[in-house]
T-cell receptor, first 114, second 116 residues
Framework: AQKITQTQPGMFVQEKEAVTLDCTYD???????LFWYKQPSSGEMIFLIY??????QNATEGRYSLNFQKARKSANLVISASQLGDSAMYFC???????????FGKGTRLHILP | DTGVSQDPRHKITKRGQNVTFRCDPI?????LYWYRQTLGQGPEFLTY????????KSRLLSDRFSAERPKGSFSTLEIQRTEQGDSAMYLC??????????????FGEGSRLTVL
């Protein structure tokens, strides 16, 4: 079964600094996907970025990039030039081709300080 | 289409009562998921549908929980004989079948249940 571990319950970062949110995963499948979602205080879940296990390059979407290290089974999210609006919960998640449900980690609460 | 909608947004009920939540997915999405989220935790998978077929149900779901998607469009999640431990946010999400592999689930705003 897949498992996601996010070891940082909370982080405080100064505005405009880059931030890395950690995520490690555990799966025995060869084909899988890794994702990050953002959940602001309003409660909605917002899809940020996706990385396939066979993708050779790290995924990027605007200020978001995913630092994918397959051998270490890590999929850290990097947010460049953080903004106050980045304050939210961030969830790492995974899905395998064998199993169509997305499994989420417990999340990291990010606070951006002015 | 304005996205995934859930109703009601908030429900307060007494222990032992039945509650039902409704989810209207994005119209062209054939996959629909239910998740439960408690405070400070990530969403936990409950069940999902492809069209009207319920393809998987989590072991977290006791017999008091039932979900339907009768015409492959909207879905309902019913909880019978509610318990205080059922208090949570119930999230619905939808996706195109191919969208599942890119992780692009579109979530509703959730239905918050409080059981007194």
């Amino acid at each position: 079964a897949q498992k996601i571990t996010q070891t940082q319950p909370g982080m405080f970062v100064q505005e405009k600094e880059a931030v890395t949110l950690d995520c490690t995963y555990d799966t025995s499948d060869q084909s899988y996907g890794l994702f990050w979602y953002k959940q602001p205080s309003s409660g909605e879940m917002i899809f940020l970025i996706y990385q396939g296990s066979y993708d050779e390059q790290n995924a990027t979407e605007g200020r978001y990039s995913l630092n994918f290290q397959k051998a270490r089974k890590s999929a850290n999210l990097v947010i460049s030039a953080s903004q106050l609006g980045d304050s939210a919960m961030y969830f790492c998640a995974t899905l395998t081709n064998r199993d169509d449900k997305i499994i989420f980690g417990k999340g990291t609460r990010l606070h951006i300080l002015p | 289409d304005t996205g995934v909608s859930q109703d009601p947004r908030h429900k307060i009920t007494k222990r032992g009562q039945n509650v039902t939540f409704r989810c209207d997915p994005i119209s062209e999405h054939n996959r629909l998921y239910w998740y439960r989220q408690t405070l400070g935790q990530g969403p936990e998978f409950l069940t999902y549908f492809q069209n009207e077929a319920q393809l998987e149900k989590s072991r977290l779901l006791s017999d008091r929980f039932s979900a339907e998607r009768p015409k492959g469009s909207f879905s309902t999640l019913e909880i019978q004989r509610t318990e205080q431990g059922d208090s949570a946010m119930y999230l619905c999400a939808s996706s195109e079948e191919s969208g599942t592999n890119t992780g692009e689930l579109f979530f509703g705003e959730g239905s918050r249940l409080t059981v007194l």
